[in-house]
């Protein structure tokens, strides 16, 4: 294993057990979701939507939940002005208080949670998040793009169902 392989292989190591005691501090601290949200949850694809927990903190708070920005991960990783909706480890979900839960921003959030429960061990998902990002940056990576496809897809699909169910619930009264 030469120099570089071994960085990145503590890199992860580190990036893991930070990630695995914020996860453990949230599934203790964090809320359960609520019926939509495990609705929009199971259409994202997410087999476990009952072992998730949403923690919200403030602004000021937030980057302390963050492992890239205590590993100082940023400056060599190509991340942009973190600006985004949240931290997912997991099932756990920190999110800033001053963001607003829409569609698509829990849409986001949970496609991440089934990346996790599609690589078993978070050590694997970092491993191919952060070489994905390596290879091809941020906005490049196949997890932002399929991310931003599945809250798109997600959006339409829950907005149809809700559609139905009122529907449904017009045609009952009748």
Known sequence: ?????ANFSKTVTLITELAGK?????QKTGRKLNAREIKIAKIVGVKNPEKIRIFSVSAQDYMSYSVYEKLKLKEWLDVPPIDQIGFVYS???ILKKERKLT???L???FRFVTYFESFLKMEYF???YIKSIMNF?????PFSIDNKRIAQTSALLFSLEE???KQDSTQTRS
């Open 107 to 109: 849409s986001r959030a």
């Open 163 to 165: 559609l139905e169910e």
């Open 126 to 128: 970092f491993q191919m």
């Open 137 to 141: 940056g941020f906005q490049g990576s």
């Open 91 to 93: 099932y756990s979900i």
């Open 103 to 105: 569609l698509a921003n």
């Open 1 to 5: 294993m030469d120099q570089k392989e």
């Open 22 to 26: 914020i996860y453990q501090d949230i």
